[in-house]
């Protein structure tokens, strides 16, 4: 019986190490789209929130989105953030999933943006922070910055 040589065995070990960095590399974030939110409750803090998203996997993949940590804004100014402590299953299919991340408006700053939104016109929201999609053993943290815009039809609220 032989046995393989060394050097050819560490090579080929570096080899698939490499190949496999490689395909790591081309993986993309997964897809998320905001499409509503949702008003909890009411504490001390500020208000408590959950933003509905829509989550699908661009690579046919799947895997699990764990320690997802966000920052919200409206008009620039930062108004709540948050962290997902419950993974979201992400299916291999192409299946979207619905998934709820909880926020927290805080009074403290949040103010001016919400003064700012219950005006009249456009207005521009944004949400960023990063995500860690696993699969097995394997993860990747990806970062992300969504930004859209809404319309608000003003009115007499006094903040």
Same mark, same amino acid.
């Given at each position: ?24 590399? $081309? ?11 949702? /008003? ?36 620039? $100014? *930062? ?15 192409? $299946? ?6 909880? /926020?927290?408006? +805080?009074?403290?700053?949040? +103010? ?15 949400? *960023?922070?990063?995500? +860690?999609?696993? *699969? ?6 990806? *970062? /992300?910055?969504?930004?859209?815009? /809404? ?9």
């Amino acid at each position: 019986m032989t046995h393989p040589h060394p050097r050819r065995v560490l090579t080929t070990a570096v080899l698939v190490c490499v190949v496999a960095a490689a395909s790591c590399s $081309t993986v993309e974030p997964p897809e998320v789209t905001l499409t509503g939110v949702e /008003f909890v409750g009411l504490s001390m803090e500020g208000l408590s929130m959950i933003l509905i998203a829509d989550v699908s996997d661009p690579n046919g993949i799947g895997g699990r989105i764990r320690d997802l940590e966000y920052s919200i804004y409206l008009d620039g $100014t *930062k108004v709540g953030q948050g962290q997902q402590v419950e993974s979201v299953l992400i299916p291999s299919d192409g $299946t979207t999933v619905q998934a709820e991340i909880p /926020f927290l408006l +805080k009074w403290e700053g949040a +103010k001016e943006g919400l003064r700012d939104a219950i005006q009249s016109g456009q207005h521009e929201w944004n949400i *960023k922070g990063s995500a +860690k999609l696993q *699969k097995g053993g394997l993860s990747r943290t990806f *970062k /992300f910055d969504e930004r859209g815009t /809404f319309g608000s039809q003003g009115g007499d609220v006094t903040l």
